[in-house]
């Protein structure tokens, strides 16, 4: 009787665990990945398909974050598991960014996909790979890691109704009056059903365009930006939704100050009413990706692999419209900007849930590594670890950072996508700390114009006021420590900065045991946070004082990173030099060039023809057949080597 009821315990425990755990077969993978997808402003609220299949099945990680907030960067981060100061792709164009740097500085060579082949996956990328890959350097050399790869070429990337795509490195084709989200979705399905009848795992990435800006460029030569385009048959959706009016939204008083924030005057009606409707499109244009999140699931059931496959949805960084009184965009330090969605689901992951583990994008590589049982394919300058999704993990020993991580961003001036005449002043370069745990939830500050900031999130989730003037010394030097350290860590030391701040104390985990009394004289020892000279690109002699340099001679100790506010002559002289230098207003750009060569960028890029009529493009998803539409793209487009970042196709926009 007694050893029948324990049987049956155990086999009811049995039970329970083997179908809630992963098996010891590789799992599948499928990612979607959006760009320019907000955590913050509900849009994922509006998408029916991700909540079905994915918010109630799976877990959505609210603390998950970007740790740069503008695409190239940001996916080259997560395709390495490294922060950008250890990729050094700090932009998303040339000189400091883009797909020709990506590939010269070899970071092409080791990435998530080269190691989920090397973990025996079959691999595919479907979509936007990064900026500046385009009709001109598609095979040059051809992305590598991918098995089948079947990416958006620029400088058509960002047009919704023109959809330009190179397979696997051949000379692109166009697929005229198509919508691009639906003949991503077209091929996303095509590829997955390519894996019907195959054992062996497969890691599928697919990356839409949407809900990112339109960016077309003009007759006249000019660059025309406008609010995503939406599918004809989701044009009338949304008319009565609006931009939270959460209370960061256009504030009466300014509540964020530092560098060009501060130029930001309240926002009129008729902006506002703008901003609206700009949110509207981006919700708008989400819906065919929705319909995409359906079709995929549809498969994934109809193959009988839910059950053996993670699918993942994230985007490459957030969005704002209007909080703190900013023009749509992204590349701030905000939690609009920086905090992106991130919903799991798969064997061993508790479904409906919500979990605040807290996570960065240089952690995906490592913890699909983990669930592919590759790790040991994870070189060991990665920064990023293993975020716990499932119970085995927990116990991976490289795990994710317990509750920090950087922020940084590198451009001279402030980006905005749709107005080009915004009148504000300053370099957006920065270095952010994160901290978040249950018991507190800070964000601080140090911008390369010596201002700081400090917002404690747990009473101000909304960011309203910079506090950095009436903290104590005791949590800002532990902050600015965290900060010297995190700013430049590498491998370990970005999953554990404590170690670097109390090498003889590791019973130090967190900034909760790092603010005890008994170390306020070791804080004494740190020299803080500062900039030589606001430099739109990573120096390491500009970003003093790094690990290494940390101690300062106790002669001149300062525990207390407020009083000695950086702000040498020296250092505003660069700004104002870089202020007057840097292109501001792409039409003053477009203006220096000579006539000639303008009607030539307009020819050429005039090649791939666009639709009959904007208003019948995507009146319906695809059918299967829809290769036979595919047409390549004149010859003489790919011939002729335009420098697109030269005519002005990327600055200042923050593509
Ligand atoms: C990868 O999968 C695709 C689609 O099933 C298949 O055509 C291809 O042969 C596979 N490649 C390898 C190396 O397994
Ligand atoms: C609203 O503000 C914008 C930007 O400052 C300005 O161009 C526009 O004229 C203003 N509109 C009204 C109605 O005041
Ligand atoms: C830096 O110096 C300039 C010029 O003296 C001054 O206007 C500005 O307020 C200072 N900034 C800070 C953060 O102290
Ligand atoms: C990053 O790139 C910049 C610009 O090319 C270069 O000056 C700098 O030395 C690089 N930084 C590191 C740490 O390699
Ligand atoms: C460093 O110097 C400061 C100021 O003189 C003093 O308060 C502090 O205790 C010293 N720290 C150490 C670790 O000796």
């Known amino acids: ?53 994915m918010i109630n099945q799976g877990t959505t990680y609210k603390n998950h974050y970007a740790t740069i907030a503008v695409c190239c960067p940001s996916r080259v981060s997560l395709l390495r598991g490294q922060y950008a100061h250890n990729t050094n792709i700090t932009d998303v164009s040339p000189p400091y960014g883009g797909y020709t740097r990506f590939s010269k500085l070899g970071l092409g060579d080791s990435t998530l996909p080269v190691w989920l082949q090397q973990a025996g996956y079959n691999t595919s990328y479907i ?14 050399p051809t992305p590598k890691g991918f098995h089948y790869q079947d990416q958006l070429v620029d400088p058509y990337t960002y047009v919704y109704n023109k959809a330009v795509f190179s397979k696997n490195g051949e000379p692109p084709v166009y697929y005229k009056g198509k919508y691009q989200t639906d003949v991503i979705h077209a ?64 504030p009466e008083r300014p509540t964020k100050t530092a560098s060009f924030w501060k130029d ?31 079709s995929l699931f549809d498969e994934l059931e109809h193959q009988g692999k839910l059950d053996n496959t993670y699918v993942i949805y994230s985007a490459d960084n957030g969005y704002h419209i209007g909080q703190h009184r900013a023009y749509p965009g992204k590349c701030g330090n905000i939690e609009e900007d920086i905090n992106v969605p991130f919903i799991v689901r798969g064997p061993g992951i508790p479904k409906g849930e919500i979990s605040d583990i807290v996570s960065a994008h240089h952690d995906i590589a490592p913890t699909l590594l983990a669930l592919a049982k590759g790790s040991n394919y994870v070189p060991d300058w990665v920064d990023g670890g293993v975020i716990p999704l499932t119970h085995d993990l927990r116990k991976h020993p490289k795990p994710v950072a317990q ?17 080009t005449n915004v009148d504000v002043n300053g370099p957006n370069i920065y270095k952010t700390v994160r901290v978040i745990s249950k018991d507190y939830n800070y964000m601080y500050s140090v911008w390369c114009t010596g201002e700081h900031e400090f917002y404690d999130l747990k009473k101000d989730p909304y960011e309203t006021t910079n506090e950095f003037d009436h ?51 070791h804080y004494t020892q740190f020299k803080q946070v500062t900039f030589a000279e606001c430099l739109p690109f990573f120096s390491v002699t500009n970003e003093q004082p790094t690990v290494g340099q940390h101690f300062i001679t106790n002669g001149t100790a300062n525990s207390n990173p407020k009083t000695p506010i950086h702000n040498s002559s020296k250092s505003t002289d660069v700004i104002q030099k870089l202020l007057q230098s840097s292109i501001l207003q792409p039409s003053t750009s477009f203006q220096r060039r000579d006539d000639q060569e303008l009607a030539e960028i307009v020819r050429l890029h005039k090649l791939v023809p666009g639709p009959d009529t904007d208003a ?5 998803v695809l059918p299967d057949d829809f290769e036979k539409d595919a047409q390549p793209v004149p010859q003489e487009l790919v011939d002729n080597q335009i420098d697109w970042v030269k005519h002005g196709f990327y600055t200042s926009f923050g593509n």
């Open 616 to 620: 019948v493009v995507g009146l319906n």
């Open 187 to 250: 091929k996303a399905v095509k590829a997955l059903k390519s894996h019907r009848n195959t054992e062996t795992p497969f890691f599928l990435w697919v990356a839409p365009m949407a809900p990112h800006g339109q960016f077309i460029i003009q007759d006249n030569g000019g660059m025309k930006t406008e609010p995503p385009v939406p599918a004809a048959r989701h044009a009338h959706l949304f008319k009565d939704v609006k931009i939270a009016r959460t209370p960061n939204f256009n």
């Open 127 to 140: 979509g936007k790979l990064m900026n500046e890959y385009s009709v001109n350097n598609f095979n040059n």
């Open 471 to 521: 903290i104590d010394s005791q949590l800002a030097n532990r902050l600015d420590a965290l900060l010297l350290v995190l700013k430049t860590c590498r491998s370990e030391t970005c999953r554990d900065p404590w170690r670097i701040i109390h090498p003889d104390d590791p019973s130090v985990k967190t900034l909760a045991d790092a603010l005890h009394r008994k170390f306020d004289k």
């Open 403 to 419: 509750e920090s991580f950087a922020v940084e961003f590198w451009t001279d001036s402030a980006m905005s996508e749709f107005y």
């Open 264 to 294: 930001y005057s309240q926002l009129n009606d008729t902006l506002v009413e703008q901003f609206d409707e700009i949110h509207r499109n981006r919700l708008r244009a989400l819906q065919a990706v929705d319909e995409m999140v359906g």
């Open 1 to 53: 009787m007694r050893i029948a009821l324990l049987g049956s315990i155990a086999l009811f425990l049995l039970q329970t665990f083997s179908t809630a755990e992963p098996s010891n077969e590789k799992p599948n993978i499928l990612f979607i990945f959006t760009d320019d997808q907000d955590a913050r402003l509900n849009s994922i609220d509006y998408m029916p398909n991700l909540k079905k299949h």
